[in-house]
């Protein structure tokens, strides 16, 4: 089925086009607004650490329902039915790890970035690049993600001949999200993503409304509706119609499992937003609050994918994107009244509109985190050890953001064919590997070291990242990224299952193998701060 | 926000000059040793902070145990007892769909009772102790 081709397309973009206008308008205007406000680094890193608990929920659930949670797990589950539903519990459980053992004493302990907390007790300068690589690792992870939704969407609007459009559009995406982190800084962003977050909960619960209504607000009507038109029954309902085939793809099942709940405490756009709000205590209303909108968000993805199954139809999904990344607009047309239909027509721009306002704020915070990082962990603490001050460090931030907007936009075109979920599993199991590990032992280990640290951080990275580059991700599948070619010696999609033990085992190994004596008093200093908020910034 | 402060991470903090307890005096005369470690080692080994401690960990540490485990489970399930998850409970809702929704529900219940375990076992224990830091500087 080709959208661009049948009849209303003119209209709904010009639709699309004027309501995403008037969203890229709306947020600049309070970029530069937030712009005017921002002084000093406090202000660019941490919006001046001046939002409410109630603010920095939203932002966070803002800055964490991306293309992938809502174009991606959409798509899968109005492809693989009960199988794609586990993202969007994985997603949401994890948060309980980020609540009950990061949020708070990250808040207390650190500054701007991951790596502050990690700096107090271990060797700074090695500890920051390990940290600030692996920063900007998963962040370009994410960024691709967000980038193939986007490609996704604009397929689907300008149809197969758009290939020189989909182009534009992933360049203006990129400026765009470069103008709101250099321009805005974290207050920017975070006002952006608030703005995004009520406009995506407001656009998901319209087409959940509209799905249940279909079905006389009957759950099992609506399941029942969407296993017939799945073409694959009862099966569509239950365990296993994507990891279920045989040994291999129900390993991969657990992997992407474990990815989920451990990626997102070692998330660093997740991480530095605990940093915008006055109070440990705020940070832990802010994840409460954070629980509760995206719980609920992750609840519509139900009616969005399963709708997805019975009103649009797996054909018709697999023939607009391989991967199902447009199910939730394709929905929003059929709810609408249909291909072709004035209400079909608008809201597949309302809904298109706000996905590309979802991508948006996503990538504006994936590129601040990174461009942070490497600002002030790699270039201010490591490269120039502590000698520049803050009008130099923040310059650094804002063209480390507009290179790694070059690098995004560069692997958005590219990229297209892959899941956005699946893609961003990838990035939550490189955090969970690389960051989660060397974050908790800092704070709870007294025994931990920089060895330790070291050993953890690049060896869950480097396995997570290798174990990706030879899977069928990669290679040797059709959907892969280079189909052509073949090389994936490592069965599945997903790293996790080897590599988050792999992280947590060489942090202890290495702490072992240190015959560096252990600085009790650092660590002290750390728990007292963490636990107390003692001298907190 | 004092721009030094960027500069270092390790330096002590808050030791602003003309302030002096019997301490730092103490301190002061073995100048490469920071004053501020051997406070916050003071704070961290005494009996009242061990509570603080116990309060965060005897909580934070079983129930994270606990939802990974119940979690794995849902997850195992899903992959090992097919005809289990499969069972139709009411009409075309099966005991699979039931128990991610109970994951939903676990997750929501489990960060409100944090909230109200934190409220009363550990903000006043860590004010106490942040207060009596700060007034000792």
Redesign the interface.
Same mark, same amino acid.
């Given at each position: 089925m080709n959208l661009a081709a049948s009849g209303g397309a003119g209209e709904h973009r010009t639709l699309i086009i004027t309501l995403f206008s008037v969203f890229v308008a709306i947020t600049l205007g309070i970029t530069v607004w937030a712009g005017r406000q921002t002084k000093?680094?406090?202000d660019f890193y941490a919006g001046g650490r001046s939002f409410s608990g109630f603010q920095n929920g939203l932002a966070i659930s803002g800055d964490y329902m991306s293309a992938a949670s809502f174009l991606g797990i959409a798509g899968a589950i109005a492809l693989y039915g009960?199988?794609g539903?586990?993202y969007s519990?994985?997603f949401? $459980?994890a948060?309980? &790890?980020a609540? +009950?053992?990061v949020a708070e004493p990250l808040r207390n302990s650190g500054?701007f970035t991951m790596a502050?907390v990690l =700096?107090?007790r271990l060797r700074?300068r090695p500890v920051r690049t390990a940290a600030g690589v692996s920063t900007i690792v998963v962040s370009i992870f994410y960024l691709l993600a967000q980038m193939v939704g986007a490609g996704a969407l604009v397929a689907l609007l300008l149809g197969a001949s758009g290939e020189g459009a989909r182009r534009w559009i992933i360049v203006l995406v990129g400026l765009v999200m470069v103008l709101y982190v250099t321009i805005g800084g974290m207050k920017g962003t975070t006002w952006v993503q608030i703005v995004k977050a009520v406009l995506l909960i407001a656009g998901t619960l319209l087409i959940t409304v509209l799905v249940l209504n279909k079905f006389d607000w009957?759950?099992?009507?609506l399941?029942?509706h969407a296993?017939d038109k799945s073409g694959k029954g009862?099966a569509f309902?239950?365990?296993?119609l994507q #990891? *279920?085939k045989n040994g291999t793809s @129900?390993l991969n099942? &657990?992997s992407l499992? +474990?990815a989920l &709940?451990l990626g997102t405490a070692g998330l660093p756009h997740v991480l530095i937003r605990f940093y915008t709000v006055p109070t =440990? @205590?705020a940070a832990?209303?802010s &994840? !409460?609050w954070a629980?509760?909108i995206i719980?609920a968000f992750?609840?519509m993805t139900i009616a969005l994918g399963f709708g997805a199954a019975a009103l649009v139809g797996s054909k018709a999904i697999t023939a607009s994107n391989e991967s199902g990344n447009t199910a939730a607009p394709l929905l929003a047309e059929a709810v609408g009244g249909g291909a072709g239909s004035t209400g079909g027509a608008i809201l597949l721009a309302v809904i298109s509109a706000v996905a590309f306002a979802t991508i948006l704020a996503v990538v504006a915070g994936l590129t601040l985190a990174s461009s942070a990082s490497f600002a002030h962990d790699l270039w =201010? !603490?490591v490269l120039r050890k502590?000698?520049? /001050?803050?009008k130099e460090?923040i310059l650094t931030a804002k063209i480390a953001a507009i290179a790694i907007g070059g690098i995004s936009i560069a692997l958005g075109i590219f990229a297209h064919k892959l899941n956005a979920a699946a893609l961003v599993a990838l990035a939550f199991a490189v955090a969970a590997s690389a960051n989660l590990p060397t974050l908790l032992y800092s704070l709870?280990w007294k025994r931990f070291t920089t060895r330790g640290a070291l050993w953890s951080i690049y060896g869950g990275l480097v396995s997570s990242v290798a174990l990706v580059i030879f899977s069928p991700v990669v290679s040797g599948d059709p959907k892969a990224l280079f189909p052509g070619m073949k090389f994936d010696f490592f069965p599945l999609g997903n790293p996790g299952l080897v590599s988050i033990p792999l992280g947590f085992l060489l942090g202890w190994l290495g702490s072992l193998a240190d015959r560096a004596a252990v600085e009790? /008093? @650092?660590y =002290?200093?750390l728990? $007292?701060?963490s +636990?107390?908020? #003692? *001298?907190a910034h | 926000m004092d721009p030094e402060e960027a500069v270092d991470r390790n330096s002590p903090p808050e030791t602003a000059p003309g302030q002096t307890t019997p301490e730092q005096t103490a301190e002061a005369v073995r100048p490469s040793i920071p004053a501020q470690p051997d406070r916050f080692t003071e704070v961290q080994t005494g009996a009242e902070f061990a509570q603080l401690r116990r309060a965060h960990r005897s909580f934070a540490f079983p129930v994270t145990a606990a939802f990974i485990a119940w979690y794995l489970l849902y997850v195992l399930l899903s992959n090992y007892a097919g005809g289990f998850m499969s069972t139709e409970l009411v009409g075309n809702i099966n005991v699979a769909l039931v128990l991610g929704l109970a994951q939903f529900l676990t997750t929501f219940l489990i960060a409100w009772w944090y909230a109200r375990h934190a409220a009363t076992q550990i903000d006043p224990r860590a004010e106490a102790i942040r207060a009596r830091m700060e007034a000792g500087e």
């Open positions: 000093d680094a406090t009960y199988d539903f586990l519990i994985g949401l $459980v948060w309980l &790890v609540l +009950l053992l500054r502050d =700096a107090h700074q009957n759950l099992s009507t399941l029942g296993a009862k309902l239950q365990p296993g #990891y *279920g @129900k099942f &657990v499992g +474990l &709940v =440990a @205590k832990r209303t &994840v !409460n629980i509760g719980g992750y609840l =201010a !603490n502590g000698r520049t /001050g803050e460090e709870f009790p /008093g @650092k =002290a200093e728990e $007292v701060r +636990l107390t908020g #003692y *001298g | -």
